[in-house]
């Protein structure tokens, strides 16, 4: 796929399909595997039906450095000599093209399936495989004083449904075996066969608290595929939004953390100061989460000078707030010492796994699709990558910590300066045989969706990768070696998407 | 500890009135769509083109109806309405206590009434649920969890959720009820002692919402389990969740709309 050899692949900008280059499955993995081993990190890896009985497998990699991406393919019948021997990054990726397209990649270290449900994108010809949605093969230690403790898929509080499996002796857990696809509803194909106007309200539940995030990275596909231009009003209301977005949800995860450590004063006004920050989507969306503003071409909703000076001295009142609330929080030695060393992460296994988002920010990885892919908005107003170094859950708070002021600087900025203009631009018919791709920094982390169309420039394939794909891993790999009841904890510092993940 | 006093006097009590308190939803609050008949032509069908969900039902001849239970309450399905006579009002009480309730000619819902004297004796001063996801987007669970923040403050109406079903007097479904979830789904139903109440939270739940058609959903809760209260939304507000369950509880009186 020559890493090396730029293609012109950006966010945001296509590629003619005929200009992706094709290899043989061994040269394609070699080529995969020799790019992640010299920094290019894999954005995602997925397969589709090329003809009856043919799965075509496209890898996007990214060199975060340079801005750039690349693309690469292959095409392979029933199974192919897996990637995931060499590169540990595709690991994932591999278990969801043997489930979604019913081919297997020879080799793979865990051949388990990832959502439990029969292909959704595998060639007409291959038989329909049996699937054992209830049978999963739970990773297990075993020994005399090893005992093991089911949670899940129902939880104990309004939470997603999700298994986690550990494997302890006596307080220390061993292992963590985390099972997911309970809430697989079968987005993908959604987002193929649905007409636009119902694709887009699709986007908006892939999760539910990434409303806005997976709009934009929808949006963004579709607006290059068509070649729309969004004016920079249009762009810059949707950053805001974003940002609002990762407002609500940093300070409802430090409120969340607050709680989990029975730190009730700081629970208890961080999860209203939350409610502030949803409030002003609804004020600007007429939804809660924004539900309705991000649009192929631009945005539903304009954002009049009186509302934005009332959003400006309402974002004022959650400033001077949050700097009593989190003085509180973090100066607080017991919140500290419980913070402090649960959960690490370390800077190698982020490099390793592709980890993205807060986690890997926390351990010192300055991965941003704002700053190292910038679009929209971004381009002209950098917000600064906030990082930490420990890795721990007291890291990934403090990363909140940070983005929460400068999302909050860079909303108060932009509300000021707005752009005049109008909100929305044409956004017509997309380009037949074209890849685009298109990352956003959510709040959680980086968020992919990868668009290919075919020779009618009907949507082919719709993949979407949300940042909980990559960092479910890295909540499995955190905790081992931990206090078992320390994992509520660990487990909100990541405060990953059920939802997100199986799609 | 003085930092603690501080911060603890200028926050205040935040907790809102209800009911009969200050709503204050925003202008462009998306609450309960009407249909408004004199605008909508009979026969006429060109909103079907472009309607994203099932909000719209259209009959052969005579005027369409609205199922707010269907509704996404995006903006597209007023927009696919080319005399406009499709529209979102502020109004965020939509909770009914039937499928049916939530199907009318205007999108006037019938509002849930309250339980029967029996299990409104049981549960009226003190209900605890089970939260069930079973095939979300998250965004009702958040909207379930903001119930219990310190605005909307659920737990002083003596509801709660707890941890296990053997202690709940009822189940709130949220998601459009996929595959995978069902069988957790059926056992936490069976788990809850008898009497006792399920309640459909969000489009998912009562008609698939986004997801419906996709062979891996069931399209709500439909006819699996016996349903006292459908809260409609994407996602409900927590004050239509809210209004919703004190209804059934008698908190709220049936037929009271408030000052419309």
Redesign the interface.
Known sequence: MSATADSGLRNRRTVPWAAVPRSAPEAFAADVCDAVATGWRLVSLFGMPEGDDRVCLVAITADDRAGALAAGGTVVGKEYPALSTRCVQAERFEREIAEQCGVTPLGHPDPRPL???PPDHAPRAFPAPTVD??GYAVLRITGEDVHEVAVG??H??????GHFRFQAHGEEVLLLDIVL???????E??LETA?R??AV??A??????T?VGHAEAYCGALEALARSHKTPRAQTIRALALELERLANHIGDLGAMAGDVAFQ?AA??L??L??EC??LL????????G??LVRPGGA??DLPDAMASDMRARLDAVRQ?LS??L??LF?NASVQARFEGVGVLTRSVCEERGIVGVAARACEVPRDVRYDHPYGAFRFAHVPVATAWAGDVLARALVRQLEIQRSLDFVTDQLAALPRGAIRAECGPLRPSELAVALTEGWRGEIVHAVVTDENGNVRRHKVTDPSFHNWTALALAFPGNEISDFPLCNKSFNL???GH?L | MSNFLRTRLRQGTRTLRFPGGDMDLPERFRGRPVLESGRCRSGCRDCAALMPSQLVRLERDGPATLDVGACLFSPEEALACPDGAIHYTRDHRMAGSTRNALITPTGEVELAGRLGEGARRLFGRSLRLRSVVAGSCNGCEAELVALGNVVFDLARFGVQFVASPRHADGIVVTGAVNTNMRLALEKTYEAVPAPKLVIAVGACAISGGPFRGSPEVADGIGSLLPVDLWVPGCPPHPLTILDGLLRLLGRIASGDRGGE
């Open positions: 959502r439990r449900h949605r209830e898929p129902v104990a509080g309004i939470i997603e449904p696809g309970y809430q697989h509803r079968g987005v194909p959604l007409d106007a119902r309200l699709v908006e539940s892939i999760a539910g608290d409303v004063p208890a006004y999860g209203r939350r409610g949803l409030n609804m004020t600007l969306a007429g939804n809660r989460y539900r309705g539903m909703f707030d009593d609330v003085g509180i100066d998407s059920y939802a199986d």
